[in-house]
């Protein structure tokens, strides 16, 4: 029986994780990492990189399903960012055609929403 | 040396493929994975770790690139074949769709990655690109 929710997971965002993420994911875009770069944009300060987010919540998806999963579509948004040094949490709860993910902030800022669908019966 | 040309929107043509990138899922990137999301204890190669890839082959593929570019959304279909750790995982990247709309430039770059000759996962990277 599917669950009815994909439990919380978070994770503290801070000037080293993204350091560290930049180096697995080879995105090292100043928006990320550089201060005094972010500054001048509409951000004000760095963000932490979108796909740290996304693996998070991917993370979450696969502690609820685990082995079982397979020929999943993840549609999502970054419907708003993360700045860098602030804690984040992924989770889900099963909607009519799959499961409504997010990933939010502790302010309750949703920066990631979107849906989780099963090519094939679990 | 030879400079090269900065990607900027108007260089983007549907149908653009940019390369294809390899990056092995070696103890380096286990290390790295490990210490932001934890332990790795499956062989498997974690899904996230996938998309990590993808991005490294997509903003290798792509340079140079200005700076300042934002990741819009994205779509992910995965496979049922799930690679392990130490295997590597090879990423096509190409140009889907462009647009400008409200004086921003939208551009859809396709993501195909695969290992041992069987597809891991496809989607799209949806930027708004900076220039």
Known sequence: ?122 | MEEQTLWTFDRFEPGQIFGTIDVMMDAKKRAGWVSIYGKADSDLLPRGMAVAAMMESYVRAIQPRPSGNVHASQVLNFSDFRPRWGTTLSTTVSCAAKEEKKGRFWVDFGILVSADASEVLSGTIRSIWAK
């Open chain 1, 1 to 122: 029986m599917l669950p009815e929710k994909i439990s919380d997971l978070s994770l503290q965002t801070s000037h080293e994780l993204a350091t560290s993420y930049a180096a697995l994911s080879f995105d090292y875009n100043p928006l990320h990492l550089d201060e005094e770069f972010a500054a001048k944009t509409a951000f004000g300060a760095p963000i932490a990189h979108g796909t740290m987010a996304l693996n998070l919540l991917l993370q979450a998806i696969e502690n609820a399903f685990g082995s079982k999963m397979g020929h999943e579509n993840l549609e999502i948004r970054f419907s708003a960012p993360v700045k860098v040094g602030e804690r984040i949490t992924a989770g889900g709860v099963r909607a009519d055609d799959g499961y409504s993910v997010w990933v939010k902030t502790e302010a309750g800022v949703t920066v990631i929403s979107g849906l989780l669908r099963f090519g094939r019966q679990l």
